[in-house]
Every structure is written in structure tokens, then in C-alpha cells.
């Protein structure tokens, strides 16, 4: 058997368990395909074009890249933890100076919950329609729900 070294990937393959019972082997081996690697490779050139020392040079207009980006700056958060308006904007005015756009973005697109001024990391990747499917970057569905669940 191979060590599996990605985070991410044994962070999907760990949702993937937890969600159908597989073991490790079978859950990774259903999940290695290079549909995982090609969302993975687009995912990172993405964040390279867009982010310099890990801050944002601008807000994409286009939903699919503005949605990858999303992705990328929801990495700050840690899951299960809660947090303040206030820690949330710190965080997002590490990222970008329009913290406000960025958080109701990240709300808008179901990466963070809001309620009573506190905000999480979702407790699980939402459920897309197909049309929306459209402006959502590949890697969404790679890399989320292990990520969200907490798992790796």
C-alpha cells in the first residue's frame, strides 16, 4: 500500500470514508482519477495568477475564478471553530483590503455561516444546482467537504 502525502487528498478520501463506510484503500482508490489532479492543478494555477504573499491583487469579476479564489481564501479559517465579525475581517484584511465584499461572498457562496454576529466554515460542502455547477471551479467538489468536515 502507498502513503498517500497530500493533505488535501486524504482530507477528501477521509470525507469519503466517513460519508460511505469505505475503507481507506477503497475509498482512495474511487477517488484517484485525474479528474482530482486536473482540479487540483487548475486550482493551483489559479491561486498563482491571482495571489501574491498570499494576498489578493483584486476580486475576480468572473464567478467561476471569483469562486476559486473563494476557495482559496476560505484556507484561513479553521473549521469547527467560531468566530467573531471582528476576527473575520482581521483574517480577510490579511487577504484583501475589501474585507466586507470577501465575507459576504464567502456567506453568499455557502463556505460561511452567519448567525447572532458569529460566523464558521460550514459544517458541510452545499449542494449545488446544475446551473450553478457552471460557475463553480472543479476543485469545489474535490476539496471541500474534507475540508469543511475537518477531517486530515
Same mark, same amino acid.
Not at 83 to 112: C, I, S
Not at 122 to 129: D, K, Y
Given at each position: ?5 497530500d493533505r488535501d487528498f486524504?482530507q477528501?478520501?477521509?470525507?469519503r ?6 475503507t481507506?484503500t477503497a475509498?482512495?482508490?474511487a477517488l484517484e482519477?485525474p479528474a482530482y489532479?486536473a482540479a ?6 489559479l ?8 494576498r489578493?491583487?483584486?476580486? &475576480? ?9 473563494l476557495?482559496?481564501?476560505?484556507t484561513?479559517?479553521? &473549521? ?5 465579525e471582528r476576527?473575520v475581517n ?16 464567502l456567506?453568499?457562496y455557502?463556505?460561511?455561516?452567519r448567525?447572532d454576529g ?7 460542502a &452545499?449542494?449545488?444546482?446544475p446551473h450553478?455547477l457552471?460557475?463553480i471551479?472543479a476543485?469545489?467538489?474535490c476539496w471541500l &467537504? ?6 486530515g
Amino acid at each position: 500500500m502507498t502513503v498517500t502525502r497530500d493533505r488535501d487528498f486524504k482530507q477528501v478520501v477521509r470525507a469519503r470514508m466517513a460519508r460511505t463506510g469505505e475503507t481507506y484503500t477503497a475509498a482512495r482508490a474511487a477517488l484517484e482519477d485525474p479528474a482530482y489532479e486536473a482540479a487540483r492543478r487548475e486550482q493551483e494555477r489559479l491561486v498563482a495568477r491571482l495571489f501574491t504573499d498570499g494576498r489578493l491583487a483584486h476580486v &475576480p469579476a468572473k464567478r467561476r475564478t471569483r469562486a476559486g479564489a473563494l476557495l482559496e481564501v476560505l484556507t484561513r479559517f479553521g &473549521p469547527g471553530r467560531v468566530y467573531t465579525e471582528r476576527e473575520v475581517n482581521e483574517v480577510l484584511l490579511g487577504v484583501h483590503e475589501d474585507f466586507a465584499y470577501l465575507r459576504r461572498e464567502l456567506v453568499n457562496y455557502l463556505y460561511l455561516e452567519r448567525g447572532d454576529g458569529r460566523y464558521r466554515v460550514c459544517g458541510q460542502a &452545499p449542494t449545488r444546482a446544475p446551473h450553478e455547477l457552471q460557475e463553480i471551479p472543479a476543485w469545489e467538489a474535490c476539496w471541500l &467537504p474534507g475540508f469543511m468536515a475537518g477531517t486530515g
